[in-house]
């Protein structure tokens, strides 16, 4: 029992350790990473001692220190507690959301099982999702209690983008839902182990040559409702080219534009925090999460019959390995995103949401289910 | 008093405070905001009587769209103006109210033992048999809900629709 | 039984004598004024000759005993009553027929050259065409209820056609008279219609067809049968201008001529006797009604004969005659003799028409002069006319070997041989008077030098073959119609054997041949008196005529004042009617009713300024209520656990 | 295990909550959300007893429950906004037009 509890929570801590400091780290990559597409050397100032590490202690250490040092600023007019709330209701959500994301198989230490995910609900994805829409709160309440009108239009701004392509997200998933038949994560993670060849219906069989040996990521069964899906979720950590309810060149910097100090920090690191669940759900709705290819409980099988068998615990660290190299390379990719297009105006966004997204991705999902219900 | 109970009297006060606030608040974006707390612990009730599924659903569809939508109304609108009340009138209408909720509560105010509850399976609540009933029995006034969702969408657009001459 | 040999058979082509007319309304009505006048009144004729001959058709295939039916379809069926639309042709049926649509082919004709200058034209020949589609309703149709609807039908032509030139008020007033006092006496038949249907229903018998009513006639009660006949009677006298209801008759002839001569003589007028006669087994149940109906029309042939001594407009003393004539019918039927009624409807149909459309073309060459005492010596201007006239004055008058001579002769010996002298005697008189009055219209209109002024004189002139024509076949079919009822001493009658399956054989002539021959020559003197009379005072010229315009004596005075009868309705219904519609407009309405009206209203304002305060317009006033009615129903739940 | 009244009570005393902001307030939002109170309320019975019944009924009620508020928010707000355009007020003593 106590043990139970005990592990449930190491898990959680982890998870958050793990989350918060990517984003701390993500900070860094992403000013590095803008130096590096504008040709500039970026932050190399802040030194300790002369160690300047390439301005990782810039963000590491002298940004949340100059954050936290700075003074909380609240407007006069504004709404003390909302404004103080809204920060915690924004990071909040971001982190939860990683509860039942699942970063790796079993782990099997003695008679115990533990299931390396911190909550195993049978409506995993849809806890996701309700916990995204709790995201828009944080910007809209904290744009409002700001009383400035160009936090108000951020604010605005943000709920109706965030409420749009909240749509189109849940739409896009459900192609994946459909195909794996559940709404547990860690179930989809595991089915994504299985190779094509055993999903093939008997009239693509002459495709198995081809494709057969592929395994069952939803990249390869559901590439529409990845673009839909990978879009929707940038759309949702309001980053160019989504960033309207900030769009530092028409709101200075919309719904945030009151905010300084420690709550800013909050605001900084959710953001980055959500970076990372996009990530992460990426890599676990369409990228396999966990899964090495061809790597099983007990080792290698590879499509041509050769096994390398490997004990259990490497074969954990290996999923380990795997699932965070996948959330870094997406977050990665949203960096290169970010820096790389320009803005849309408000009408094309909400144009790109309703009229483009929602209908491919209710296309997509009726396509899935016709090719389902053939296969069988 | 075992845990299950405690839980249950902690979250029923914070609902019935909260509910309190909906109503007595005088900024409409602070009963708002109560508003939403009230929804999330009725979603944690739902989860706690074995209706995950629609415990979730209360969260994204009430707390996660509905209410961005009350947000996003009382933001477009901005109503600055506090309302003044009416005393006469505030007295009499809680008066009612107050003696509706008493009828109700001595209603249910019987010491009989509640019918144990059905032993619950594992599955009960989840999507499965949620979607079981839903498709089985409830085909028809599901799709007559999602055409009345339709006919919403279409009647919320006209109505807000600005007209071209103003 | 004599209704049991008659043999009922199905005849589709029946419908279309009647339907041919109306087509030709219909057509006239929406294509008449663009195709012009002559296509029209060309049109008219055309559909009237068309049904006139389908009826000479029909009449040569009938076997005298057979009834042709053309059931259309079923126009009221409530319960065990039911009604049909159908048409039924028997041999009275067929004369009728053979009456309206051959007169009025005739009529039709003449009218294209009566009214060729007049603007109304297209309207003249829609009504007139309407009024036969009416008229053959009338005749044709097997049930009261079909009946009824021809019979208002040609009121409404009647009135139609009386106002035809609606711009001179009288006009209008005169087609108001007749549509009103018809009013009366149709108010009459419609309670006997009621009246018998609702008698026979308390038998179990719900029917208005004439061969049922006639099979279950015997079921009445006498008292009621009474009733109903009066009833029935009064329709009659409305339309046939007997008295009391005659009054309208002579006001008619403000319509142009041919309608006078078409609606006010030949045929309209005869309605009542024939549906006297259509309900003859209804009439010979009630003795004592046939009795009044016989003294009704003795009282009114000689009165109308009085006025027409001494009236000088040519048209109304033509009106008055036959208001008389129409009396002698009614002599008849009162005693029983309806196939004698029916012949003399038949040849008086003949020199009627013939005398009022020749006193059209006189009219007509005169430009519309009416006055006989503006005339004088057209023989020599319009010999045809004339010629057309004497003829039918003779037959009028009852000369030897006319067809008046043997229809009045027929009817008189009727009269005379059911025992009822003294109506006898009084036909006799009338005779003579009738003779007195035509002779006198004769010599003043067309004897004597012209006292026409100049210009009338101008343009004297003989009217067109379209309108001599038909006089000249009129004039012959007023002397040789009557043949076909010669009495027995003659070549004996062929009419009554035609007629014998309708109206059975009840008509025996067990009078001896001598009395008969000697009635008859007593007839022709007293005839021949009056004629020497009439030629006596205004045989030699015109001169007399003005002096007895002027002053006269008191009965000479009453007479051309129609005994005051207008005034006296005048007196004694319209104006108390008047004065009481004027109180109730005064005081009735404005006061009793408004005030309820109003009084409702006001109750209802009153009422709701009060309630309204409930309706504030606040949503959240109704949903408190809302709430109220909640906390009312769970109040009651309580009360009940 | 809670009796079943435990939840009816709350979700009466809530409701009646509800009922009490429909009535007094004098902003159409708040009057919609206190609406929408009420409704969750229901809701919470009808969990309550597809619980205390083992029956899914209930939860599809709240599921149909939800559909309809959705669809009664969208449709309120919007009528929200147009009115308010009007009247620039969301008091509904100010829209009172609709009497007499």
Redesign the interface.
Known sequence: MIVDVAIVALKAFLVVFMVLNLAGILGWVERKGSALIQDRIGANRASIFGFAGMGLVNTLLADPLKFLTKEDFIPPAGDKLLHTLAPCMALFPALVTFAVIPFGDVLIIGDRMINLQVANLNIGILYVFAMGSLGVYGIVIGAWASNNKFSLLGGVRGSAQMISYEVAMGLSVMGVLMVYGTLELQEIARDQGTLIRELLPSWLLFMQPIIGWLPAWGIFLQPLAFLLFFTAAVAETKRIPFDLPEGESELVAGYHVEYSGGKFLMFFAGEFAEIVTAAALVTTLFFGGWQVPYLMRDGFHFPWGATWLLPHLAVVVLQLVAFTVKVIFFCWLQILLRWSVPRFRYDQVMRLGWKMMLPLALINVVITAIVIVAAQ | MDASTFVFFLLAGLLVISSLLVVFLRNVVHCAMALVAALLIIAIFFITLHAPMVGILQVMVYAGAIMVLFLFVIMFLNPSVLERPRAAWWSFASLLAVLLGAMLVSLFFNNEPAADPVASTELFGSPEMLAKSLFNDFVLPFEIASVLLLVAIVGAVVLAKRERSV | MVTNQLVLADYNLLRWIPLIPLLAVVFNLFWGRALGKKFAGALACAAVGASFALALYVFWQLPSNGIFRDSIYTWIDSGSFRVNLSFQVDALTAVMLLIVTGIGFLIHIYSLGYMEHDEGMVRFFIYLNLFIFFMLTLVTGDNLLILFVGWEGVGLCSYLLIGFWYHDSNNAIAGNKAFIVNRIGDFGFILGIFLLVTELGRQGIWTLDFLELQKHASMLSPASIGVITLLLFVGATGKSAQLPLFVWLPDAMAGPTPVSALIHAATMVTAGVYMTARLHFLFVLAPSTLSLIAWIGAATAFFAATIALTQNDIKKVLAYSTVSQLGYMFIAVGVGAFSAAIFHLFTHAFFKACLFLGSGSVIHALDGEQDMRKMGGLKAHMPQTYWTYVVATLAIAGAPLTAGFFSKDLILWQAFNHGATALWGIGLITAGMTAFYMFRQLFMVFHGECRADDHAKAHLHESPAVMTLPLMILAFGSIFTGWLGAPEYLWGNRWDLWLQPVFGAAEAHEGSVGTEVIVTLLTLAVVAVGIYFAYAKYGRDGTEVEQRAGAGGLLYRLSLNKYYVDEIYDHVFVRPFTAISDFFARFIDPWVIDGTVNGVAAVTRGSSQVWRGLQTGNVQHYAAGLLVGTLALLAYYFGQS | ??????????S????????????????L??????I??ML?AV??TF??F?????S??G??A???V??????????G??????V??QRR?????D??????
């Open positions: 295990m809670l009796p079943v009244n435990y939840y009816l009570i709350l009466a005393v809530v409701f009646a909550i509800g009922v009490i902001g429909v009535l007094i307030r004098r902003n939002i708040v009057v919609l959300m206190s929408e109170l969750n809701n919470l969990i309550a597809s619980r205390y019944l083992g899914m009924v939860q599809v709240v599921f149909f939800m559909a309809v508020a959705a669809a009664e928010a969208v449709i707000l919007a009528i929200i906004i147009s308010y355009r007020s969301l008091d509904p003593q829209m009172q037009l609709l009497k007499w």
